[in-house]
């Protein structure tokens, strides 16, 4: 074993076959099944329609897509028992503590649980497509000492969460936006916490377990959570005339710049391009441009010092704060989108499975006599 190669953090190892999505990280590029990410936003696709794509690998007709867009509404509601789990929890747990817990309780009280075939599978995903955001608004507004505002049968996935966020109907604006910024985080290849998501099913374990995993996977700060530090950073400067000196102390001081850099990456992150986009016009629109401004002295510095670019998480972390989102689930709203591609990475895991089972290179002592415990 010992002179076997390996890449610490598995850095570009294939570590198996996939249909689901493609990155090309020197051109910056993100394709879903076939489709750039661009087009997607472009043509104004809906997060119910890239749902189906990930899962089904094609785009719906319009029959195939009513259908989905039915079962997931009819899904959203949570079982009362998760509701009072919701509100029995201690108040001070984070967000993420909270979506972990609960989707793992929710396989529970999930009918078809016990049963792995594909169809029940899909109607897993579907519950806990339509249930994540449940969970992630009804916490904030229970966090926060307020009723529970229930899911709205008419509303989109993406208009749905801001309603039940605060009980107002969003602008076109920021549903538009929302909904994009769903599309955005949606998959990403065998990222940590996918990987996390399959490796757990290839012991074919169910999917409530998997996601569980992954949630538990997402929360780390050098992943998903990196867009509520990103935000953190942002109110810790204040001012964008304090920007430049801050980062350039920062990174003199050797600390990483959160939502830069990426394992796969090399250049433009192109789901950065989107949200940089939409951190302008929502800030202009709300009369808060100093965070986008900020922003883009911070991307201009860390860029000339480290040659490094945005990620996914840093236009997203001022886009979310713009329209009024608390800071504290800029990682569960990660987890409301990933789980399409988290639940499509788990069905295709199933679909054709092998235990994932890696070796360790074993640089410890090789070999030692036991020594009882008088004379150590
Ligand atoms: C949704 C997502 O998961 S996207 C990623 C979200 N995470 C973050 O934004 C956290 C900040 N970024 C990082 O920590 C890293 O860039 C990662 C974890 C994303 C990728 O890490 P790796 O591929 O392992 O790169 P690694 O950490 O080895 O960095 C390579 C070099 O760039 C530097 N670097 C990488 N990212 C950053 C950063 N954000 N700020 C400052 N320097 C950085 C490293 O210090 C290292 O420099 P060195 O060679 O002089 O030691
Ligand atoms: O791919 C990765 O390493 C991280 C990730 O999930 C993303 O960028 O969306």
Redesign the pocket.
């Known amino acids: 074993m010992s002179n076997q190669t390996y890449k610490a953090?598995l850095?570009d190892v294939i570590a198996g076959v996939s249909e689901i999505c493609f990155i090309d990280g020197d051109e910056g590029r993100l394709v879903y099944r076939g489709y750039d990410i661009h087009d997607l936003v472009n043509h104004q696709a809906t997060f119910e329609e890239v749902v189906y794509l990930l899962w089904h690998g094609e785009l719906p007709n319009k029959e195939q897509l009513d259908a989905i867009t039915k079962d997931l509404k009819e899904n959203r509601e949570l079982h009362p028992e998760l509701v009072n789990l919701l509100k029995s929890l201690p108040k001070d747990s984070t967000p993420m503590e909270v979506l972990r817990t609960v989707v793992s309780t929710a396989s529970m009280y999930d009918p078809d649980n016990k049963d792995n075939s594909r169809e029940a599978n899909i109607r897993k995903a579907t519950r806990l497509v339509a249930q994540i955001p449940t969970i992630v608004a009804y916490n904030e507004r229970l966090r926060k000492g307020l009723d529970v505002i229930p899911p709205k049968k008419d509303n989109s996935l993406a208009e749905n969460f801001l309603y039940m966020l605060t009980g107002k109907q969003p602008n076109p604006l920021e549903a538009r936006a929302f909904n994009i910024a769903l599309i955005l985080h949606a998959d990403h290849e065998w990222?940590a916490s996918t990987f996390a998501a399959r490796v757990t099913a290839a012991t074919l374990s169910d999917m409530y377990s998997a996601i569980t995993s992954a949630i538990g996977t997402l929360k780390g700060?050098?992943?998903?959570g990196?867009n509520e530090q990103v935000m953190r950073m942002l109110l810790e400067i204040g001012e964008p005339e304090k920007a430049e000196e801050w980062v350039k102390n920062a990174?003199a001081n050797k600390q990483?710049?959160?939502?830069?850099?990426?394992?796969v990456y090399h250049t433009e992150d192109p789901r950065a391009t989107h949200l940089r986009q939409m951190s302008k016009e929502l800030g202009e629109r709300e009369g808060q441009t100093k965070w986008f401004e900020m922003s883009q002295i911070i991307e201009k510095v860390v860029h000339e010092q480290?040659g490094?670019y945005p990620?996914?998480?840093f236009y997203s972390a001022s886009t979310y704060y713009v329209m009024g989102i608390d800071v504290e689930i800029y990682t569960p709203i990660f987890a409301c989108s990933r789980i399409s591609g988290w639940t499509a990475h788990v069905l295709e895991q199933y679909s054709n499975n092998r235990l994932i089972r890696p070796r360790a290179d074993y640089v410890g002592v090789k070999r030692r006599t036991y020594v009882p415990i008088e004379q150590r």
């Open positions: 953090g850095e990222n700060p050098l992943h998903g990196a990174l990483k710049i959160m939502g830069f850099g990426h394992r480290k490094l990620n996914v998480d």
